[in-house]
T-cell receptor, first 114, second 113 residues
């Protein structure tokens, strides 16, 4: 069983640029969500995708957007990067029918905005 | 508005002793609670969970207790081992709200040999 994989693992951008982060969900999982983890804090929910549509969104501005593809993989796009966007971005997947909310996380993409 | 709080940022315990991690929540609509463990440079990994209809769940060395009236849960690790040294996150979800996880800020546990 293949776990959640994310790319790139590390990247550095400058303020105002745009970034795309990628995620392959665990096999058999059809729901993908993205979390932002700032230094010293717990992960914060950005949004969730199911059946290629956004299904739930946290308190993040519209410059955070995403996609889910037919193979259930996903992208997170952030436009007009700000210094506060520096964080670990975690992708997680699960089966939509799961009752528990248990998520399986990737190792994350660490974004530094200068 | 922090709906899930872990008030102890760190915990140090001797190998073989009990580690007790605490978590408080404010949203009474949460119906599932989970604990995740995170090592540096890795994603969080699921440890143990409990439904809101139960007050205790046990899995090997790990036991989670839920006190709904106090909106409090705790994780007990007995006996603690050096490999348990990590950051532990408490999280809560509500199925009607799409099962998104709301995390606490984490507790860093150090188990001394």
């Amino acid at each position: 069983e293949t776990g959640v994989t994310q790319s790139p693992t590390h990247l550095i951008k400058t303020r105002g640029q745009q970034v795309t982060l990628r995620c392959s969900s665990q096999s058999g999982h059809n729901t993908v969500s993205w979390y932002q983890q700032a230094l010293g804090q717990g992960p914060q929910f950005i949004f969730q995708y199911y059946r290629e549509e956004e299904n739930g969104r946290g308190n993040f501005p519209p410059r955070f957007s995403g996609l889910q593809f037919p193979n259930y993989s996903s992208e997170l796009n952030v436009n007009a990067l700000e210094l506060d966007d520096s964080a670990l971005y975690l992708c997680a997947s699960r089966r939509w029918a799961s009752n528990t909310g248990e998520l399986f996380f990737g190792e994350g993409s660490r974004l530094t905005v200068l | 508005d922090q709906q899930v709080k872990q008030n102890s940022p760190s915990l140090s315990v001797q190998e073989g002793r009990i580690s007790i991690l605490n978590c408080d929540y404010t949203n009474s609509m949460f119906d599932y609670f989970l604990w995740y463990k995170k090592y540096p440079a890795e994603g969080p990994t699921f440890l143990i969970s409990i439904s809101s209809i139960k007050d205790k769940n046990e899995d090997g060395r790990f036991t989670v207790f839920l006190n709904k009236s106090a909106k409090h849960l705790s994780l007990h690790i007995v006996p603690s081992q050096p490999g348990d040294s990590a950051v532990y996150f408490c999280a809560a979800s509500n199925k009607a709200a799409g099962n998104k996880l709301t995390f606490g800020g984490g507790t860093r546990v150090l188990v001394k040999p």
